[in-house]
């Protein structure tokens, strides 16, 4: 189940063209998109899959923010959530359009056994020890996530989580939502405990165990903000590198998108110049001389 709207048209022609033709089996594909958005995407996806409109959950949707993020943004949470109410899937991958497959892939990627789906987690310790991360994202998100086990008399150390890229069991949901019915709970209430809409469906499997939890390590590899985007690039990554130990990448369009659709296949310089000024990089490179060059500084500062 792919969610996006009218400004990710070009990250879901990237995103179908990949699907296409890394796909080895069929493997049904829903797009869901606002309703005004509905006939332009039907025109991309083709007989590749079936666009649906968001209206199909309006009973769910919001028109207010939660925990600051805007009321698009919850939406494609709730509906995430909601999608399996309809019936459509007993399983389904939940993917955002910014995501690109990279090798060939099949449902034995993401399913342990025909019925039961794999459990997508990490306890995200390249993201702890980062500092950008923590400072800007990392804090609060571990505090929502400790929030969100107490709230379900969950142990809160050494916790796993998932950022994305899971795959939902229509079994776990229909479970979740006859404890949001038992609660007087709706969607909207769940992300005001917590807005990770992931983290619900893991913790509550974990917690519950409707369907055998089988885990596995993300096989979607997200790059959250520029700088790891870089650290890559000044590795020379590249697709085939990636492919070694991941289905897909996802390229966070929140610093990206000012300057494009960026991916691992955009060339080396190309890559810093959109992402980094001549300048900054000029800058950088003398900085680094001076650290290393006593000498050189010490003819520059007298």
């Not at 389904?92 to 056994?113: G, H, K, N, Q």
Request: glycine share 6%; charged share 25%.
């Amino acid at each position: 189940m792919l969610k996006s709207y009218l400004p990710d048209i070009d990250y879901t022609k990237r995103f179908l063209e990949s699907f296409k033709k890394f796909a080895t089996e069929p493997i049904p594909l829903y797009v869901v998109v606002p309703d005004s958005d509905v006939q332009v995407f039907e025109k991309i996806v083709g007989a590749t899959g079936e666009v649906l409109p968001e209206s199909l959950w309006r009973d769910h949707l919001v028109d207010y923010r939660i925990h600051g993020n805007a009321p698009g943004y919850i939406n494609q949470e709730i509906i995430k959530l909601a999608f399996a109410e309809k019936g459509l899937l007993a399983n389904y991958l939940c993917a955002d359009s910014e995501a690109v497959f990279i090798r060939p892939f099949s449902s034995a990627d993401f399913m342990a056994d025909p019925s039961t789906p794999f459990t997508f987690v990490t306890e995200d310790h390249e993201l702890q020890v980062d500092p950008i991360y923590y400072e800007h994202y990392g804090e609060t998100r571990d505090r929502s996530l400790i929030g969100l086990r107490n709230f379900l008399n969950l142990a809160n150390d050494q916790f796993k989580t998932c950022h994305g890229f899971g795959v939902f069991s229509s079994q776990v949901l229909e479970s979740l939502r006859e404890f949001m019915y038992t609660e007087k709970l709706n969607y909207a209430d769940l992300l005001q405990i917590s807005p990770y809409e992931f983290s619900w469906y893991n913790f509550w499997l974990e917690k519950t165990k409707v369907i055998p939890r089988v885990t596995r390590e993300p096989v979607f590899e997200t790059i959250h903000m520029q700088h790891q985007h870089l650290g890559y690039v000044l590795k020379r990554v590249g697709i085939q590198d990636l492919a070694r130990g991941y289905v897909g990448v996802v390229v966070n369009s929140g610093h990206s998108r000012e300057h494009g659709v960026l991916d691992f296949e955009t060339d080396f310089v190309d890559t810093l110049s959109q992402n980094l000024g001549y300048g900054q990089i000029v800058s950088a490179i003398v900085e680094k001389t001076f650290q290393r060059m006593p000498r050189v500084r010490k003819i520059f500062t007298g």
